[in-house]
């Protein structure tokens, strides 16, 4: 059995906007034009790259994530990876047999039972039906659905489709495995699950694709990781300096459009760059303008988030701190925060908002800080005092002989 | 940036001498980003043959090999559970259950019935037992020709969800709609054997006919299934196109009649109908227990009609080849594009 393989060589593809045949009169000299010219080399009318001269290949023990905003390209490549779609230009392959998380349960017919779309969805994946009949109980165990499972399927709740498709794409025992934004499915300790059980089948050397927006979980699978935008590599490298551009580059295209912000921040710079433990200070500066004379409702701040959750972990209001921040000019400061965190990725933010309205205005450039080692694991260091006192084994048989 | 053509191999071996990169990656310009990562050597490309090749790199032997070799065997699995599934949804919350496979061959031979007894009673003749039989052994075959057709034509569009987002060979969709269907002819031919039986017509040695018409009849029904869910993808009045066809079909196949009934040269005109040596092939050898291999002439009204001949097997035979491999064919070459166009 040769091992599994994911090869992806110089493909692009091509997509049409919009409606594709409009009527019998445009039709005719599209036919025409295709008969007499055997090739199209450029993009015609309406046409687009989606992937351009995409190119990389995922060994055993390996493990690709691929990042990127909507629209660059990912759920495409994950098609044109598993056959759905057939690339324009290129080669592009899998060896082995291929492990799909993507849309799980889009094999299930609604009219048949929970057991006997098990046997149709596995025989869709590629599995026999031998096979499936040997793994039945186990599928059906990880789904935890046994009591619905001669119920018919459209009587499921979404998050019960979700968990039975998962737990037969889960035990197909695939060469290769594909993952595509499965992960946010069913409850939390459902998802806590089915993501240990792909960091199972990563740690065991499959080779593995992963596209999603859940940043933190590529940086905790991947072994690599691919930037796209508009269907062209932006960048590609280690996980973390893949998503700390990603990040950047999400806020270069914001700060385009807001000219009518009371407050613009110009620049994050944080010091150091490169990873913290935790305690140690991060010092952020920011330059930044104000527009005209603002109202005090109007406030401009820094605001740490966690990646892994998006939650705020920290706010700070600039503007109470210096009331000059109201007057037209420009200001640069400099905050110093002790990264009291536990491990993962935060996110410096600069927001702009209005506190009589009770909203953000907008957002100013961000900065990314990641805290890679921690005495402890969680979200904020809460200063315990811990006392621990041991008893030796020896001394307790003393005492049971006495 | 670099738009010229990129053929696959070539582009693997002109950017294959080019220098990697750093380990530790840099920022990757577009211009620069096939140089950045390590290609696979290009001797391991041409002899593996699981990669996905583009639309210009593509031959009929591939085609066919990759048809029988890499979809239809390998995926026998999905095509039996898809047809199961078929079958199983069909008679789901259903009244009348498997008795709907019976319910729609017997209207056709009622019908038939009916105009055949105007016909004989305008002609001063009886209309006996062995006529209804020939309708009722006709009507089988038809009715899983219609039902092939009509479920055939949408099993494609009506599962876009599963095009659309898993891969197997699409072929198994069209097929499995088409098998689903003569799962019901079976129980179609099994009423009509018992009732052969019960009125007394029992088929004899050349009934052995039968097996070869009805395969002829699977691969003919299949491979139009085929073509037909393909077309109905692409444009959306195909289903309609078909629906109306199936409906005045009926007029000219034998299904009521027998083409002697329409003199010399009509009877050959209805025998162009691809369909209508397998139906009359049937009604020759299993009703009247007639070598299919016989030359058999007619005395008519008008003269002389040839009503069955080797030769209409032959033409049927090779129409259902055809069609088997013309549908196969057209449907995988067209199959990369269902994701983008259903």
Request: charged share 20%.
């Amino acid at each position: 059995m040769a091992e599994g393989l994911i090869e992806f060589q110089h493909v692009w593809k091509k997509f049409r906007r919009g409606e594709f045949h409009d009527s019998l009169r445009d039709m005719v000299p599209a036919l025409a034009s295709r008969l007499f010219r055997r090739r199209r080399e450029g993009l015609e009318r309406r046409e687009f790259w989606a992937v351009q001269d995409v190119s990389f290949s995922v060994r055993t023990g390996e493990a690709l994530g691929i990042i990127g905003p909507n629209g660059a390209g990912k759920s495409t490549i994950l098609k044109l990876l598993t056959r759905i779609l057939r690339p324009t230009r290129g080669r592009c392959g899998i060896r082995g047999r291929v492990g799909t998380l993507i849309e799980i349960a889009a094999g299930f017919h609604q009219d048949l039972t929970g057991a006997e779309n098990i046997f149709l969805q596995g025989c869709i994946m590629g599995m026999t039906r031998a096979e499936i009949a040997a793994r039945f109980d186990d599928i059906v165990d990880f789904s935890e659905l046994a009591e619905f499972i001669d119920t018919p399927v459209k009587r499921y709740s979404s998050g019960m489709n979700a968990r039975l498709g998962f737990a037969i794409a889960a035990h197909m025992s695939p060469d290769v495995l594909i993952v595509d934004e499965v992960l946010a499915v069913g409850d939390w300790r459902f998802q806590k699950k089915a993501f240990d059980r792909i960091g199972e089948m990563v740690r065991r050397g499959m080779p593995v694709v992963v596209v999603s927006h859940q940043l933190d979980r590529i940086d905790s699978l991947c072994t690599q990781c691919l930037l796209l935008d508009r269907g062209q590599v932006i960048k590609r490298g280690r996980p973390d300096e893949c998503i700390a551009q990603y990040i950047n580059t999400g806020t270069q295209a914001q700060r385009e459009n807001d000219g009518d912000l009371p407050f613009r921040v110009t620049s994050v710079e944080i010091e150091p760059k490169g990873p913290l433990r935790s305690g140690d200070w991060l010092t952020v500066r920011l330059k930044g303008e104000v527009r005209a004379s603002t109202g005090p409702e109007n406030r401009v701040g820094v605001r740490v988030r966690s990646l892994q959750n998006a939650q705020v972990v920290f706010l700070l209001d600039l503007t109470s701190h210096d009331p000059r921040l109201s007057g037209p000019g420009t200001f640069d400061a400099t905050v110093e925060l002790q990264m009291n965190t536990g491990k993962g990725y935060f996110c410096i933010e600069t927001p702009v908002w209005n506190t009589r309205e009770r909203r953000e205005l907008g957002q100013g450039p961000q900065a990314l800080t990641c805290v890679n080692a921690a005495a402890f694991n969680g979200t904020a260091n809460l200063h315990p005092r811990v006392h621990v006192a041991t008893h030796p084994a020896s001394a307790n048989r003393e005492l049971w002989s006495a | 940036m670099n738009t010229s053509r990129v053929g696959g191999l070539a582009a693997g071996r002109r950017t294959f001498a080019q220098p990697k990169m750093d380990a530790k990656s840099e920022t990757v310009s577009v211009s620069q980003n096939t140089a950045a990562w390590p290609d696979p050597p290009p001797a391991q490309l041409a002899a593996d043959g699981w990669l996905s090749l583009s639309e210009d790199e593509r031959s009929f032997a591939r085609d066919l090999r990759e048809i029988f070799r890499e979809e239809l065997w390998p995926y026998r699995g999905l095509a039996y559970e898809l047809t199961r599934r078929d079958i199983r949804i069909r008679y789901k919350q259903t009244v009348l259950g498997f008795a709907w496979a019976v319910l729609m061959p017997m209207l056709v031979v009622m019908a038939g019935a009916t105009v055949r007894y105007a016909m004989a009673y305008i002609g001063g003749r009886h209309l006996g037992i062995p006529d209804v039989a020939g309708i009722a052994i006709k009507a089988v075959p038809w009715s899983f020709f219609v039902g092939s057709m009509g479920f055939a034509a949408t099993s494609l569009v009506g599962q876009a969800n599963l095009v659309t987002k898993i891969y197997f060979p699409r072929e198994v969709l069209p097929l499995a709609a088409t098998m689903a269907q003569a799962f019901d002819a079976c129980i179609g031919i099994a009423t009509l054997f018992v009732a052969f039986l019960l009125f007394g017509i029992h088929p004899g040695v050349a009934a052995l006919w039968a097996p070869l018409l009805a395969l002829l009849a699977l691969m003919l029904t299949a491979g139009l299934s085929l073509l037909v869910s393909c077309a109905n993808l692409f444009y959306r009045d195909v289903k309609y196109v078909v629906h109306v066809l199936l409906m005045f079909g009926i007029f000219f196949t034998p299904v009521f009649f027998e083409p002697q009934m329409f003199g010399a040269l009509g009877a050959r005109l209805m025998m162009l109908n691809p369909l209508a040596p397998i139906m009359e092939g049937l009604r020759w050898s299993v009703v009247l227990n007639v070598n299919l291999l016989d030359t058999i002439v007619v005395q008519g009204h008008h003269g002389a009609v040839l009503a069955w001949s080797p030769w209409y097997l032959a033409y049927s035979a090779a129409w259902a080849l055809v069609a088997f491999l013309v549908g196969l064919l057209v449907f995988h070459r067209a199959e990369s594009k269902f994701a983008e166009y259903v």
